[in-house]
């Protein structure tokens, strides 16, 4: 039983993705909605009806007091049977109403609901460009994709498990009154009016201050992910103060918005408690009156003191439920600021695959400066023939990294074109392109997963044997062996910590390398390939990256100039220009830029502040 309701929504099912979700709130619950329409549907009807059956008890109820009247007897042989089937009502079937109820309520709607929207909203933000990733943090941005969906969740549930029910229940209460005397209508009608007003009131604040102290919350989640992340530097600075005081900022501003929505609930309970009073006195009140004047029976007066008794003990929990509707819904409107962003680098809509053949890279006129008018790269144009290898140096800011970048497509150019093999990156789906370039970075981060995870991140249906062969080429296959994590898993199974903390910055390159190796991409991107290896391990995988470069496209970024000299061709980058190329011995003889880096270099190193 619990298996079937439990499936009949599949959150992973199939749908039309969209580059631009719906910004608005409703719009986007309803896009998220589609697959449980029948269900909701279903959902709405039950607790309607589960709603009617508990005002037909009260009704029942009162009708048992003016049977009870009667002489014992006389009850029994005239209602017997009635009695006994209102029995087996009440223990059969309302139990069955009421598990189907919350069948489909706990089971069905919320772990699927919001599994859906967390799948679906970290799919749509894995798309999002690495620019987008960059103006936020890691942290508010996952805390976002985590607090979201049992938000919305919690906001459809309250829809069937409060609202539907309350309403259906108000209705059915209303007409019970009327049928007994419709003048008992009348203190229902202004308590209800009053009701109305306070709900207003109170929804119209919980909303936006529901939303502020989520966004808080999202705040110190950014923060003290971004502590955690860069432990190392916490420690090495013996900065752990001013990382409290960092987080303790964001962490009282959550306090403050926190207690802001607290004083909403608590005007909100002191005013239902006295409106409740109202109620009670209203319509128990003018029940006995009318009993006095003979005009309702003590069945009447006994349904009548139930129901508002019932209403008493409901209403605090309506008001509740309809505030965790809407602070929920303030929830979900603050994680729909990062979840409903629309794709921001997109393929072109007749993109196709990269078809690779030769490698060659033609840079046409290209400036980029990041919307601002310096920066960057500026008019650059290059060709970098099939099969060349290039050195890429300048000091920091001289446009290197921004090269990189566009030439990966992370971000569109402003000015210019990028071609391999004369089609335009931007009109080539982004997979097929990064899939035929292979990059090592200077931080080389790894995922918080096995060395193996990380190594066939390269090509994920290589063999264990093409795996082994990859780390061996990269002089990491020895020490991946000794590997053991606090689990007990050893070598490859042996997990590396969060971006790979838990292995030396030399480690951590050569898996990077054994990564890049196992890809076997034609167009290679190295920047600063070898810079936390030491010279003896240096040395080794220099020969293993020359090996690598062969009948391949190669770009090369170092401040070591000793590991560029002998490429093909070597281009100095400043203010977002080439301002020399040639060979090694070419641009010394020139006496420029470049050889002035080499005269100043310390143990082959660029001094990347070096004045011309």
Same mark, same amino acid.
């Given at each position: ?6 499936? *009949? ?34 959902? !709405? ?24 009247? !009667? ?37 069905? $709607? ?45 906001? %459809? ?36 009016? *009053? ?22 919350? @999202? ?7 971004? @502590? ?41 309970? =002191? ?16 029940? $006995?009156?009318?009993?006095?004047? !003979?005009? =309702? ?6 349904? =009548?003191? /139930? ?16 505030? @965790? ?51 960057? #790269? ?27 970048? #566009? ?5 569109? %150019? ?35 997963? @096995? ?16 795996? $082994?062969?990859? /780390? ?7 020490? +991946? *062996? ?11 199974? /042996? ?41 003896? %391990? ?18 090369? $970024? ?5 590991? +560029?000299?002998?490429?093909?061709? +070597? ?42």
């Amino acid at each position: 039983m619990f298996r079937y309701f439990e499936n *009949l929504v599949d959150p992973f099912v199939d749908y039309k993705e969209t580059d631009t979700p719906p910004t608005r709130l409703w719009p986007f619950m309803l896009d998220y909605s589609q697959p449980f329409m029948r269900v909701f549907f279903w959902a !709405g009807l039950i607790s309607i009806i589960v709603a009617a059956v508990e005002v037909g008890l009260i009704y029942y109820m009162g009708r048992v007091v003016d049977l009870l009247s !009667g002489p014992p007897a006389e009850v029994w042989q005239a209602h017997g049977t009635e009695l006994i089937l209102m029995a087996v009502f009440v223990l059969l079937l309302r139990p069955m109403l009421h598990v189907v109820d919350v069948l489909l309520l706990n089971n069905t $709607i919320l772990p699927n609901f919001g599994t859906l929207i967390r799948w679906r909203a970290h799919k749509h933000v894995l798309r999002q460009s690495v620019g987008w990733f960059e103006n936020d943090f890691a942290g508010r941005i996952a805390n976002r994709i985590m607090q979201t969906p049992p938000a919305a969740g919690e906001a %459809v549930f309250q829809v069937f498990d409060a609202i539907s029910f309350s309403i259906a229940y108000l209705i059915g209460a209303a007409v019970l009154l009327m049928a007994a005397d419709p003048r008992l209508l009348l203190p229902l009608l202004i308590w209800l009016v *009053l009701y109305g007003l306070l709900v207003r009131w109170t929804v119209a604040r919980v909303g936006p201050a529901s939303q502020a102290a989520s966004d808080a919350r @999202s705040a110190v989640t950014g923060r003290v992910v971004d @502590s955690y992340t860069n432990i190392h530097s916490v420690k090495m600075f013996a900065h752990d103060e001013q990382e409290l005081d960092y987080a303790r900022e964001a962490i009282e501003e959550t306090r403050r918005t926190f207690q802001v929505e607290m004083r909403i609930f608590t005007i909100m309970d =002191a005013v239902l408690v006295t409106l409740n009073g109202l109620l009670i006195v209203g319509v128990v009140g003018w029940a $006995i009156a009318l009993w006095m004047q !003979g005009s =309702a029976s003590v069945g009447v007066v006994a349904a =009548a003191t /139930a129901l508002t008794l019932r209403l008493n003990a409901m209403t605090g929990w309506i008001m509740w439920a309809l505030t @965790s509707f809407f602070r929920q819904l303030g929830v979900v409107a603050e994680g729909m600021e990062t979840i409903a962003q629309p794709i921001d680098l997109l393929d072109a809509p007749d993109a196709k695959p990269l078809q690779l053949t030769n490698g060659q890279i033609d840079i046409q006129d290209l400036s980029h400066h990041y919307g601002r008018k310096t920066g960057g #790269l500026d008019h650059i144009n290059l060709i970098i023939h099939s099969g060349e290898k290039i050195g890429l140096i300048g000091r920091s800011g001289a446009g290197k990294s921004t090269l990189v970048k #566009l030439l990966l497509r992370f971000y569109d %150019v402003e000015q210019g074109a990028i071609l391999i093999d004369d089609q335009n990156i931007a009109k080539v789906t982004q997979d097929s392109l990064r899939s035929h370039i292979g990059m090592v970075q200077q931080d080389s981060a790894l995922l918080h997963r @096995s060395v193996r995870d990380n190594i066939l991140y390269g090509r994920p249906d290589a063999t264990e044997e093409q795996m $082994i062969a990859a /780390a061996k080429q990269a002089e990491a296959h020895d020490f +991946i *062996l000794d590997l053991q994590d606090p689990q007990g898993r050893t070598g490859y199974d /042996a997990h590396v910590g969060e971006r790979g903390v838990k292995l030396s910055g030399g480690q951590r390159q050569r898996v990077t390398l054994a990564r890049v190796i196992l890809k076997d991409a034609p167009i290679l991107l190295l920047d600063e390939a070898t810079s936390a290896l030491d010279s003896e %391990v240096e040395a080794s995988i220099q020969e293993t990256l020359y090996g690598m470069m062969q009948g391949k496209t190669v770009i090369a $970024i170092a401040h070591r100039l000793s590991t +560029i000299a002998q490429m093909d061709r +070597i281009l100095v980058m400043d203010g977002g220009r080439i301002v020399e190329q040639g060979g090694h011995s070419e641009l010394l003889a020139h006496g420029g830029l470049y050889a002035q880096f080499w005269a100043r270099q310390s143990g082959g190193f660029l001094n990347p502040e070096a004045a011309e």
